[in-house]
């Protein structure tokens, strides 16, 4: 069984930064592909950002420049740090591990980008 745990969402005004971070905790293997997706209200999930265990990274196109992912394996531990944010990046950003046909999911956590 395995358990992600997200934490970092919040209020922030545009142009402003936070930090996301999600745990692991279970049989987690390092070959796992570690990723962040947000689901916006009335809208599908989508792909936010992507990193390997080998520290290859994907990202959307419409975070690209403004957001990064990072991980440490040792940790089990993904990150999200997202700069310059935007109003129509607010959503409820989820983490995600994946290997094969296996997913796992985090709860959860709300970003909203308002003045």
């Known amino acids: 069984q395995v358990q992600l745990v997200e934490s970092g969402g919040g209020l922030v005004q545009p142009g402003g930064s936070l930090r996301l971070s999600c745990a692991g905790f279970?049989?987690?293997?390092?070959?796992?592909?570690m990723g962040w997706y947000r689901q916006a209200p009335g809208k599908q999930r989508e792909l936010v950002a992507t990193?390997?265990?080998?520290?290859?990274?994907n990202y959307a196109d419409s975070v690209t420049g403004r957001f990064t992912i990072s991980r440490e394996n040792a940790k089990n531990t993904v990150w999200l740090q997202m700069n310059n944010l935007k109003p129509e990046d607010t959503a409820v950003y989820y983490c995600?591990?994946?290997?094969?046909?296996?997913?796992?999911w985090g709860q959860g956590t709300q970003v909203t980008v308002s003045s």
């Open positions: 995600n591990f994946a290997w094969s046909i296996i997913n796992y």
């Open positions: 990193i390997t265990s080998g520290g290859v990274t």
């Open positions: 279970g049989s987690i293997f390092r070959s796992y592909v």
